[in-house]
DNA sequence: AAATTGAACTTGTATATACATGTTGCCACA
DNA sequence: TGTGGCAACATGTATATACAAGTTCAATTT
């Protein structure tokens, strides 16, 4: 059973994500809240933190929750979206290889518990495109720990992220990253049509789950030429 | 004054970046903090909340809360700290130019609402090195919105959050940030001491704070070369 | 007309309490 | 000796309540 202050922040994350409440609106008060959802304070106060964090609503005292921004979202959490030019809808995803179940790579980026060794990973690789420009080249690597039918999936301009949200009740929690910026060379120059040597950025992230010890990890080349990487925290 | 879970906040917060809490210990549970500082559960939790959300603890339901990373902290927030090797104390600032009271630039990296523009701003530019290697080089740019002899103060070796924090109770709250790799040119390869042509990361911030309306924007330049960046979220 | 007061709203802080659920370790029983 | 189960303790969720403090706006006063 999902708790009643996840309700409502689920409900509330998608009207805002959805543009019912759109930048600047400002959300029912806590008491229309508890009203609307037969809950106590503490319990909407516990939603609207959540929303807080995402970076989705702000509050004032005496004013209000505000809504603060809708992300540009290409699924990948924290830093997230492009420049404001960029829309969902032009945003398309293309899988390369995968999902696959394999062995983890050796001398992986980062520490593997033994369950997770033990375990072997879903490989994914992925292309994201705007305006038929691919802008990211994208390796996941997911522990194959309890994700019946998962590598049967289809991806095709699918949220990971969402996926998991939806068929397995995992959250993405939070997580770390490493972010460089390198020479694009070797397979980069192709999958992102760069020339040999342009700056590259690079990340290297370890996302955390709902679901304790269990990660996704990934590896990430952007071409930041036309566009940025935006992201709130 | 300060609420009572600021006050635990902070304190646990300091021990845990001075080292009396390490990385794996169990911070005293949630009654043993209500005891210790006469509060009650929900004040308690409260604070833990804000050192979770720092990423400074995790939380285990029936075990306790975990103390889980003591960032390298190098006074940039989210994305703050270098690899492991990197501690406080090799880290080390250097002043290029500023505090001086200034104007905006004409088109900012961000928008700014007509009060900032009419205020001007502070400017400071600084060059960060590890172990005599420049890594970082930081333009910071903040309103001249009531902040009594700052452009006096002295900066070196000092966190311009800590100076916020410390002498005018302005806390950074969030922000939102741009990222890019590109290529070093211009002064960049002087000031970092790379060779032209090199893959740097470029990063341009807006800060939130407590304070409402007022901001701290920054842009970045980091030699990512030898030292990824690292952040949590 | 301008300024002040105050009521009615908002979110912020805090207490007291209850039960649910996950974790650990010890004790009694087979 | 081993193991199952229970007690004790951890955090998670939720209610009910109270007062503090910031905001807004309209009524009242000057």
């Known amino acids: 059973m999902l708790p009643q202050y996840r309700r409502v922040y689920e409900l509330l994350r998608k009207h805002i994500l959805e543009g019912v409440y ?4 400002i959300l029912p008060s806590e008491n229309e809240l ?9 319990t909407v106060r516990q939603a609207l933190s959540k929303l807080m964090n995402d970076g989705l609503i702000h509050k004032h005292q005496g004013k209000g929750s505000i809504v603060h921004r809708i992300p540009q ?4 959490l924290s830093v997230s979206g492009t420049t404001s030019a960029i829309g969902k809808k ?3 995803t293309h899988i390369l290889s995968g999902p696959t179940i394999m062995q ?3 001398k ?9 060794v033990e375990s072997g990973c879903i490989y994914l690789e992925r292309v994201r495109m705007v305006n038929e420009i691919p802008l990211f080249y994208d390796i996941s690597y997911i522990a194959n720990i309890n994700l019946p039918r998962f590598s049967s999936r289809t991806f095709e301009n699918k949220s990971l992220f969402e996926i998991l949200r939806k068929s397995y009740s995992i959250e993405i929690k939070g997580g770390e990253q ?3 910026a390198i020479s694009a060379q070797g ?17 290297e992230r370890k996302l955390e789950t709902s679901r304790a010890n269990f990660f996704v990890y990934s590896t990430l080349f952007c071409n930041t030429e036309t566009h940025s990487l935006y992201g709130a925290f």
Do not use: A, M
């Open 104 to 106: 983890w790579p050796e």
């Open 34 to 42: 508890c009203r609307l959802h037969g809950i106590t304070r503490p």
């Open 90 to 92: 032009i945003l398309k």
């Open 22 to 25: 759109q930048e600047g609106d």
């Open 108 to 116: 992986f980026i980062f520490e593997l518990s033994p369950v997770e």
């Open 73 to 76: 979202d290409i699924g990948i």
């Open 178 to 180: 490493r972010l460089k």
């Open 187 to 203: 397979n980069i120059i192709d999958l992102l049509k760069v020339k040999k040597g342009n700056p590259i950025l690079y990340l």
